[in-house]
């Protein structure tokens, strides 16, 4: 192993941060580092800032994640940030949603080894989804698509006044404004953009707030929703 795979000891506020689960958090950056890497879900060049880099700037998400909701991370990849917030947030049922396999695959691994309970993984896209799984309080995202294209997979897996919480980078600003039309469109009454995780990662990790309506996904996807409630209910009677 080359010097620029090695992992370095866990920060101090990682024991903060992860509390009893400190452990199953090493164990975790551990298989990233081992695993992760092998199986080509991180690139080598990652490893040495596993912690502030991944874990702790996705762990800081619970700041602004409400108790006890339902949450599905889109395209959840390697686990980032489903998994660091489902150590963090044993109140919190999370579905990781991943169409590659191999990931599914690494996550099922991930989440029977860590022995975390709440949390389902499922293969497939946010497209393919709906009606499938049970309609979220949450999305989570971290780099999967530009916000735009972002919203129109993983807004119409919303609950009516549910909320998407996207992992952005410094172009956040830039990103929300070139998308206000499409999050209109797609149901969206209100955005913001937070910054968690003060003491804890420097900079401080960017998440854009994306609050629905009644109407997740708006008028266009009104009727596939409807579509798919009522195939659910006729696959229950039979």
Not at 2 to 14: D, F, M, N, R
Not at 31 to 40: H, P, S, T, W
Not at 76 to 89: C, F, K
């Amino acid at each position: 192993m080359t010097e620029a795979a090695e992992l370095p000891p866990a920060p101090e506020q990682a024991r903060e941060v992860f509390g009893d689960r400190f452990a199953d958090a090493v164990r975790y950056a551990e298989l990233l580092a081992e695993a992760g890497v092998q199986r080509g879900l991180i690139g080598p060049r990652e490893v040495p800032r596993l912690w502030e880099r991944h874990l702790l700037n996705c762990a800081v998400l619970s700041e602004v994640v409400p108790e006890g909701v339902t949450v599905c991370d889109v395209g959840s990849g390697a686990g980032l940030p489903g998994i660091p917030l489902a150590l963090v947030r044993e109140d919190l049922k999370i579905t990781l949603l991943e169409p590659l396999l191999r990931r599914t695959n690494f996550l099922s691994e991930v989440v029977e080894l860590l022995g975390l309970d709440h949390v389902t993984v499922v293969r497939g896209r946010a497209e393919e989804v709906m009606g499938k799984i049970q309609p979220v309080h949450v999305v989570t995202a971290r780099a999967v698509a530009p916000l735009d294209r972002l919203a129109t997979w993983g807004i119409p897996l919303l609950r009516p006044y549910g909320e998407m919480l996207a992992l952005k980078g410094d172009a956040a600003e830039e990103e929300l404004k070139s998308a206000s039309a499409a999050l209109s469109k797609l149901g969206a009454v209100e955005t913001s953009i937070l910054h968690v995780g003060e003491g804890v990662v420097d900079p401080m990790s960017t998440v854009v707030r994306v609050e629905v309506g009644e109407s997740p996904g708006g008028v266009r996807f009104a009727a596939k929703r409807a579509k798919a409630a009522r195939t659910g209910r006729a696959r229950r009677r039979r």
